[in-house]
């Protein structure tokens, strides 16, 4: 049986991810915190937004303000979206 998590993203028990997503505190905390299924969702909508906004991921403010993005996308908050981009769900 796969291990599930109470994702944030979706208030209710989900299949779990089986490792951290990114190295550090931040990857721990999505591993406990999020869903495969959520952190499918954003891996899709994070490069959606990378090649809109044409963002430069070796530049510090770009990953900065892509991480913020991560966590109100997460949180349910208000989260950048591509112009002209409408969700499936």
Known sequence: ???TVFCKKYQKELPALNVPPMPGPKGIEILENVSQEAWEKW?????????????DMSDPENRKWLMIQMD????NED????????ALD
């Open 79 to 86: 989260y950048e979206k591509a112009s002209g981009f409408k």
């Open 72 to 75: 109100k996308f997460f949180n």
């Open 43 to 55: 891996k899709s909508h994070q490069t959606t937004l990378i090649n809109e906004k044409h963002l």
């Open 1 to 3: 049986m796969s291990k």
